[in-house]
């Protein structure tokens, strides 16, 4: 069975003329990095928002169909049990951050705090959560003191701690520098390796071939490719739908349409480099 399951999903906002998201279908299983693609104004937030709860609980509106969490219809589950199961990371890291802690310590702590974690567990977890993420060096910092990717590695933190099943993340790079993108993806990187079920929403496509399993493109709310990321992200349909694909895929596409044996379109790099090799090898030969 799939961890969550989601079934003929549609929403309205309370100031929308029609619906955001239109009669969705698919199914994200455990463990699994699945990344969520589309062009702005796709409904890709919004889908977010849905997943973890806030619509139409926060957001309010209008929603049809089911959203099944690990054999739950999430309707049935409060915003405090969805807190439990499910993490989310916003765009901006200045959402996350409390405002109220003096600490980057006391701010990954204070989830924890408020649901009533014993006093000595909270400090256990949060100094586990510090060396897992190879973050110590900031725990006595002033939060709002620190860089954009720091801030956001201390968001993911905080959610981490919490240790939910899944984790939700929108957007996480939209507004910082490659050197915070690296220092956030690593942190992804890490959260992958723990068995953790991510639903990324991201831009940088390149970023997105590297470390997803899965992939969902939407379009004007609509689900138009569902599929493994080297299928999605290899297919020049993606372009239709005003989304990019990995520059290795472009490469091997142009090539591929000059003549050139090229027998995988790559999304990678390793990948990109393999099929070059081949290509040099039977040029070689010919």
């Known amino acids: 069975m799939a961890l969550i399951e989601v079934k003929n999903l549609s929403y309205k906002y309370p100031t929308s003329k029609g619906d955001v998201l239109k009669n969705l279908n698919f199914s994200i299983e455990k463990g699994e990095f699945c990344s969520i693609i589309g062009c702005n104004g796709s409904g890709k937030t919004t889908l977010c928002s849905a997943l973890r709860g806030f619509v ?3 957001y309010k509106g209008e929603l049809n169909g089911e959203i099944i969490l690990d054999g739950q219809d999430m309707s049935e589950l409060s915003m405090g049990e969805l807190a439990m199961k499910i993490g989310y990371v916003f765009q901006n890291p200045f959402i996350q951050i409390s405002g109220i802690k003096g600490t980057v310590f006391e701010e990954v702590a204070y989830g ?3 649901l009533g974690v014993d006093p000595e567990e909270i400090k256990a977890r949060v100094e586990k959560m510090f060396e897992f993420l190879q973050i110590e ?3 006595d910092k002033d939060p709002f ?4 990717g720091q801030k956001q590695r201390v968001a993911l933190a905080s959610i981490l701690v919490m240790e939910p099943d899944v984790l939700v993340i929108d957007e996480p ?4 520098d490659p050197i915070g993108t690296e220092e956030v993806f690593q942190t992804i990187k890490l959260m992958k390796e723990m068995g953790k079920t991510i639903i990324l929403v991201e831009h940088k496509i390149e970023l997105v071939a590297e470390y997803s399993d ?4 939407l379009d004007d709310g609509e689900i138009v490719m569902d599929g493994p990321a080297k299928e ?8 239709e739908h005003n989304t990019a694909i990995p520059q290795f895929a472009q490469l091997c596409l142009a090539l591929k349409n000059s003549g050139l044996p090229v027998d995988d379109v790559a999304i990678t790099e390793d990948e990109c480099i393999n099929v070059m090799e ?7 030969v010919l």
């Open 56 to 58: 139409p609980n926060f």
């Open 112 to 114: 924890l705090e408020n």
């Open 137 to 139: 060096y900031l725990k």
């Open 145 to 148: 003191a620190l860089s954009g």
């Open 173 to 176: 790079t939209s507004q910082l």
């Open 214 to 217: 899965h992939i969902i493109l």
């Open 232 to 239: 999605v992200l290899s297919s020049e349909n993606v372009l």
């Open 278 to 284: 081949k290509i040099l090898t039977k040029e070689a």
